[in-house]
């Protein structure tokens, strides 16, 4: 049984964060990752991001993992475990991990899941063909891989992430038929949206996709208009020629180990399905436990890199890790994370956090 | 297919290597997952579902969904979305929930 002080689980930006916070308060803290590789999403995203200035915008997801995961690797206090996947969490505090078809049971202090999120499906026939795809999982098998997953795309969804995942599916050589909105109006950034209009991307807003084609993989998609009431147009189906159906439609937060733990959960939609209860200082119901980035409620990378070092902060100072400017430490991260949900684009997280701080 | 060009992304394939997908020999790169091999060469449909018997592929690409579990090497349930390609590696079109040989 390995002992550690903070156990955190994830090592995306949250968890990175959080690690580097803990360990900058002198607690002793092992990190680990199912992956080869640190940096959770963030490996993936090679656009100059949305978010405010202060936050990096504009600096490129994947040069922010990196920085992250240096600096955690160069940290004494971090021990890393990669390839390694907590299993599972029991009741005397145990995470069961499993690294190199060997387990590790780890016994820590305090625990912070940063798990992050994985992403939703959407219900038409066929949508369990090969060929349909989260956006995220094109994101990686074109963005890390260099490998294209077919010729051509319809992409479901307008979103930041839809749109972005287009735009680097265009970089990558690969046709974007066009992307489909159910809402009337699409929820991207323009700077983002801008880019594939300009490329001659149709997008199609009060859409959605009625099927998808094809015996073996996808051959095709039918789309179509929706009304005022989000009911189907009868008439209105048009036929795309397409083998790759690509979903981006949201995410939910990895929560499995928190149900375990007995956290009292809620079903909170703003914040992408089942999350913990928490308290302000990103603490669960069950004492000791804290979360952070997406795993807490969907939001994005800057807001997950926040999140994480107040659990990170919040952690080693309930361990008994005291510095002078702790309060300081702590009110210009708060004071950021308000400044990026506020707004009318913080609107939603802003509704879906009233109802998870208890 | 592989992307060829990029305007921001340099690709460093690893070493070359030879692997099978249902004895058929393929090609494809040390570093990358097998998922990955077998889409750069136009494999999509990695299972069979259990009861419809319905072609899967890959869907979250991140080793969360279980879309893509595999035989590899006679082991079943491999998610070939975060497993790596290795030389001679022997990939299989999983049927239902797999057996143990
Ligand atoms: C296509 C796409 C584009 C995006 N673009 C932007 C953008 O432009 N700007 C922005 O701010 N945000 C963006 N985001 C969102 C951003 O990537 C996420 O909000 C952020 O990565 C969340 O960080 P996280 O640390 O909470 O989770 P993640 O980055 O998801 O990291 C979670 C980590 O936990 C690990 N893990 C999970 N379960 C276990 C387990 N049981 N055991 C061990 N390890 C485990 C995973 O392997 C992973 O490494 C985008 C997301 C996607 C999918």
Redesign the pocket.
């Known amino acids: 049984m390995r002992q550690t002080e903070v156990c955190i689980?994830?090592?995306?930006?949250?968890?990175l964060t959080a690690a580097l916070k803990a360990a900058g308060l002198g607690a002793e803290v092992t990190l680990?990752?199912?992956?080869d590789y640190l940096g959770?999403?963030?490996i993936k995203?090679t656009?100059r991001?949305?978010?405010s200035k202060e936050q990096r915008a504009s600096e490129r997801?994947i040069n922010i993992a990196r920085e992250l995961a240096e600096a955690v690797e160069k940290e004494d206090k971090i021990t890393v475990l990669t390839k390694?996947?907590?299993l599972s969490y029991y009741k005397d505090g145990v995470v069961m991990v499993k690294q190199n078809e060997r387990i590790i049971k780890i016994k820590p202090q305090k625990l912070i899941v940063?798990?992050?999120?994985s992403e939703k499906n959407l219900m038409f026939p066929n949508n369990d063909l090969p060929g349909v795809y989260g956006?995220?999982a094109v994101?990686t098998l074109v963005n890390v891989y260099g490998v294209k997953p077919g010729r051509k795309v319809l992409m479901v969804g307008a979103g930041?992430?839809g749109v972005?995942?287009s735009y680097q599916l265009l970089q990558a050589g690969v046709d974007v038929v066009g992307i489909i909105e159910a809402a009337p109006k699409i929820g991207a950034y323009w700077v983002h949206a801008s880019k594939v209009v300009r490329a001659g991307v149709p997008i199609y807003a009060s859409h959605t996709i009625k099927r998808a084609w094809g015996e073996k993989e996808v051959a095709g998609a039918t789309i179509m208009k929706l009304d005022e009431k989000w009911q189907p147009v009868p008439g209105t189906e048009k036929e795309l020629d397409v083998d790759v159906i690509c979903l981006s439609v949201g995410l939910s937060p990895?929560t499995e180990?928190l149900w375990q733990a007995g956290c009292k959960m809620e079903f909170i939609p703003e914040l992408g399905g089942h999350v913990p209860v928490r308290n302000e200082d990103l603490e669960t119901s069950q004492p000791g436990i804290y979360i952070?980035?997406?795993?807490a409620g969907i939001?994005?990378?800057?807001a997950?890199m926040m999140e994480g070092a107040l659990a990170g902060l919040n952690a080693a100072e309930a361990m008994g890790y005291k510095v002078s400017d702790f309060k300081e430490q702590k009110e210009v991260v708060m004071k950021e994370l308000n400044g990026l949900r506020s707004g009318p684009v913080g609107e939603k997280i802003r509704k879906g956090l009233a109802k998870a701080i208890s | 297919m592989r992307v060829n060009e990029h305007p921001i992304l340099n690709f460093e394939k690893g070493n070359k290597v030879m692997f099978y997908y249902n004895g058929q020999q393929l090609e494809g790169f040390t570093g990358e997952t097998i998922a990955a091999a077998l889409h750069a060469n136009g494999v999509r449909a990695m299972r069979e579902s259990i009861h419809l018997h319905r072609p899967r592929g890959l869907f979250c690409n991140?080793g969360n969904c279980s879309s893509c579990l595999m035989m590899v090497n006679g082991k079943p349930n491999v998610r070939v979305c975060v497993e790596k390609l290795e030389e001679g590696m022997m990939v299989e079109t999983q049927q239902g929930k797999g057996e143990l040989k």
């Open positions: 689980i994830g090592g995306g930006p949250a968890g680990i990752d199912r992956n959770g999403q963030l995203q656009h991001f949305f978010g997801g390694a996947a907590a940063a798990t992050g999120g956006a995220g994101q930041n992430i972005i995942v990895l180990l952070a980035g997406d795993a939001e994005e990378a800057s997950a | 991140i």
